[in-house]
């Protein structure tokens, strides 16, 4: 009798099978709680040709979308056919650090936590190092005490950190595809009542590999975030973070100057204190990724 899953491993895939593999290779031995779903956005079939041959091909519930959707709206189908008591939406350019990844999740989600947050590692300044994206004290704060500063600032990184269960899912806005994964943390995170759990033993690591939404987008990362500010204000958002964001009055633009200084000092202390000092070294199988 197959186990009822309890986590819908949701991979949202573009025109990037390597990333696929390595997640995939990182399930061999993880629960079979885990019900691995993937949307598959690719104009070619590399991607379905390389799932035919591995071993977890049959626990795969596969779907190749023809025409292509889009990255925002693929990532939304998937959040539609989910119905497992918690969702992870992890895209081909993440993956799992360590061997355990997934058993040290799903022990926890056993325990039924409103949601999950794991670490996640980008790339170190030393060769074959990874540091954390932010400072766990930090990211906890902003999480727990002042989640609209997220949309100003994305301490979280991308969704797949985040581990929901079925009755907080909500869509993305395919409106802000600059902003659209911090509009989601704050929608979710502002309803009242439940509590983020802090999951350090297990982490994710960011590779930077394949294709990116922001890649294609004109203008500079401010530019994006006013324009999109405008939008979720003009549809009735009354966030004073987006008024900063959008630089509503002379006032407003001069808070978000002084913003501005006041992160970068604080972003260039923690990428050289976590570059420097506390790093950690890449498993042997990444070391090539990144």
Same mark, same amino acid.
């Given at each position: %009798? ?22 995939? &290779? ?12 993937? &949307? ?15 071993? !977890? ?39 799992? %650090? ?18 999950? %947050?794991?670490? +996640? ?20 704060? @902003? ?6 500063? +997220?949309? $100003? $600032?994305?301490? !979280? ?6 581990? !929901?269960? *079925? ?21 979710? +995170? ?22 990116? @939404?922001?890649?294609? %987008? ?5 530019? $994006? ?5 405008? @939008? =979720? ?19 407003? $633009?001069?808070?978000?100057?002084? *913003? ?15 570059? =420097? ?12 990724? =990144?």
């Amino acid at each position: %009798m197959s186990m009822a899953p309890l986590l819908d491993l949701l991979i949202p895939v573009y025109e990037h099978p390597e990333g696929l593999l390595r997640i995939l &290779n990182s399930l061999i031995h993880a629960p079979h709680e885990v019900r691995i779903v993937v &949307n598959d956005d690719s104009t070619t079939t590399q991607v379905e040709d390389c799932l035919k041959g591995h071993v !977890l091909a049959q626990r795969v519930i596969y779907h190749r979308n023809q025409p292509s959707l889009g990255a925002i709206p693929n990532w939304n189908a998937l959040l539609a056919k989910s119905n497992a008591p918690y969702a992870m939406v992890l895209h081909h350019d993440e993956c799992p %650090m360590k061997d355990d990844f997934w058993d040290v999740l799903v022990n926890k989600l056993r325990t039924a936590p409103d949601m999950v %947050m794991v670490d +996640l590692w980008v790339p170190g300044i030393w060769p074959g190092t990874v540091r954390l994206h932010t400072p766990r004290r930090l990211r906890r704060w @902003i999480v727990n005490r002042f989640p609209a500063y +997220l949309l $100003r $600032r994305n301490v !979280l990184g991308p969704p797949s950190v985040i581990v !929901l269960k *079925e009755s907080l899912r909500a869509p993305f806005d395919p409106r802000i595809p600059w902003m659209v994964d911090v509009e989601w943390y704050h929608r979710i +995170l502002c309803v009242g009542g439940y509590k983020v759990h802090s999951l350090d033993g297990a982490a994710l690591v960011h590779t930077g590999h394949g294709h990116s @939404i922001s890649q294609s %987008m004109e203008g500079t990362p401010s530019q $994006r975030r006013c324009k999109e500010s405008r @939008i =979720l204000l003009e549809s009735g958002h009354r966030s004073l973070v987006l008024r900063l964001n959008a630089g509503s009055s002379f006032g407003f $633009r001069f808070l978000a100057a002084f *913003e501005t200084m006041a992160w970068m000092v604080v972003r260039v202390y923690h990428r050289i204190s976590l570059g =420097l000092f506390r790093f950690q070294s890449l498993p042997q199988h990444l070391r090539k990724v =990144l």
